[in-house]
């Protein structure tokens, strides 16, 4: 399968929680996307690994996305050696996306921190003709993604570009609901956390409109680019 977009998150429902909304611009424009989740969410506070596998697939349908995988890497302890390495690299050169989304390398769950780390590297891994993976006893072929972008989780940066996801807004939003263990529902005996309190939706949707007034439009995402960005056109640029 050869796809456009590969968005890599953590967990089951950081995807939908930070670039949701771009994912579903993309499928919308035609594009290929997929999803990769690194681990179960097996620690999550709230949930179990079915609860979540069968969110997952929910959210997937809701955004229309071509494939999702599940590395199954251990919650909590996502290193960055190199049996990990392979494993994403096997994912990439088998997908073959243009452009990686992953996320920010400073954030608050350690997790995120390293699953950016996991990611950069196996990017940059998979381009190599000398690290060597193979599926089904086949060997692949070397494959790097021409470029990375960050998305924001929990710390803000200063974002490179914003993605006016305004159409997609409530389709997004549809997205992360299908994640019922994770957000509030007063009928849950499960501890509170920060997502499950009835504030984090508005706080949600908050941010995204604070984004978007940044490009003059009802929601944005933003995303960080780590290199130059290249403008062959100055009319194309949006004020």
């Not at 079915?50 to 919650?75: C, F, H, I, S, W």
């Not at 972008?149 to 807004?169: A, L, R």
């Not at 499950?196 to 949600?204: A, G, K």
């Amino acid at each position: 399968m050869k796809l456009d977009l590969l968005a890599i998150g953590a967990h089951p429902d950081d995807v939908e929680l930070t670039c949701g909304g771009t994912i579903i611009k993309l499928v919308k424009q035609g594009r290929s996307v997929g999803i990769v989740d690194l681990t179960e969410g097996e620690l999550g506070t709230r949930g179990d690994r079915k609860t979540r596998a069968r969110e997952a697939a929910q959210a997937a349908g809701v955004m229309g996305v071509a494939v999702r995988e599940n590395l199954k890497l251990p919650d909590g302890n996502i290193e960055s050696h190199m049996d990990n390495r392979l494993r994403l690299v096997r994912a990439i050169r088998a997908l073959q996306p243009d452009i990686l989304l992953f996320p920010y390398p400073i954030d608050r769950h350690p997790d995120h921190e390293r699953a950016h780390l996991l990611c950069r590297e196996a990017w940059f891994s998979a381009g190599l003709q000398k690290v060597r993976t193979t599926v089904r006893g086949r060997s692949q072929d070397p494959f790097r993604p021409r470029a990375y972008y960050h998305y924001m989780q929990w710390y803000e940066f200063v974002p490179s570009f914003i993605v006016d996801v305004s159409e997609e807004f409530e389709q997004r939003m549809e997205a992360m609901r299908a994640y019922r263990s994770q957000f509030f529902d007063p009928a849950s005996r499960e501890r509170e956390t920060v997502l499950s309190t009835p504030e984090f939706l508005q706080m949600t949707r908050t941010r995204l409109e604070y984004y978007g007034d940044r490009i003059g439009k009802k929601y944005g995402e933003p995303f960080f680019s780590p290199a130059s960005l290249e403008v062959k056109d100055l009319f194309t640029l949006s004020t």
